[in-house]
């Protein structure tokens, strides 16, 4: 599957901003997607995921309450609302797709899109 996150970009601390993530070519429908996040000199960290159904959902303790993953997979398209925003968010953004149909770990993950730059400023 081909992923390419958008969304990205500038925003002020306590702001909101929604990225998309789109899959094209490849199964979609069938997979738990998840947001990692990779600030500059850290390690790649797990955001959100969703199960294929978008019944479950799952989020680090860094984002719950302010972070809300949802998909639609009729448009093959995943989304990341995030709310109350602060500089420690700031980071680049991927989509990925999972083996499994349901979360069950962060390495599970297997499909990598092209990242969006998030930006928070204090």
């Known amino acids: 599957v081909q992923l390419q996150a958008s969304g990205g970009g500038l925003v002020q601390a306590g702001g909101s901003l929604r990225l998309s993530c789109a899959a094209s070519v490849g199964s979609f429908a069938t997979y738990a997607m998840g947001w990692f996040r990779q600030a500059s000199g850290k390690e790649r960290e797990f955001v959100a995921a969703?199960?294929?159904?978008?019944?479950?959902?799952n989020y680090a303790d860094s984002v719950k309450g302010r972070f809300t993953i949802s998909r639609d997979s009729a448009k093959r398209m995943v989304y990341l609302q995030m709310n109350s925003l602060k500089p420690e968010d700031t980071a680049v953004y991927y989509c990925?797709?999972?083996?499994?149909?349901?979360?069950?770990?962060?390495?599970?993950?297997?499909?990598w899109g092209q990242g969006t730059l998030v930006t928070v400023s204090s």
């Open positions: 990925a797709r999972s083996s499994f149909s349901l979360y069950r770990d962060s390495t599970d993950f297997g499909s």
């Open positions: 969703i199960s294929w159904s978008g019944s479950n959902t």
